[in-house]
């Protein structure tokens, strides 16, 4: 059965294009990752705070994904991530089905 892994991002108001160059320029390494299928990043509604963001990503199965977050690949991908702090509201909220 495949898995995806969900993130969902509270984006701070008028900061919603900075969050999308970041993810448009953002080195991801996942395409040599084992069991990778896919990856989106959709936009939700806009509340009276923030704007919704999720992001998924497909994989032939949770164990490749687990496999992923433990690789050299993960921390490549993930480097640096702290440093726009100021856009997000609240940490990432995951989700994994």
């Known amino acids: ?12 108001l ?3 294009s900075d969050f999308e160059n970041i993810w448009e320029k953002r080195e991801t390494h996942l395409s040599n990752v084992p069991g990778f299928i896919e990856f989106h990043l959709v936009k ?12 998924h990503s497909t994989w032939e199965s949770r164990k490749d994904f687990e496999n ?11 480097k640096g ?3 726009h ?4 509201l609240e940490h ?3 989700e994994g089905f």
């Open 14 to 16: 008028n900061r919603e």
């Open 1 to 12: 059965m495949k898995f995806i892994a969900m993130n969902r991002f509270k984006i701070a």
């Open 85 to 88: 702090s100021d856009i997000y």
């Open 92 to 94: 990432p909220q995951f």
């Open 68 to 78: 992923w977050t433990k690789s050299e690949a993960f921390r490549k991908a993930h």
């Open 44 to 55: 939700g509604k806009t509340e009276d705070t923030h704007t919704l963001y999720a992001s």
């Open 81 to 83: 991530a702290g440093a």
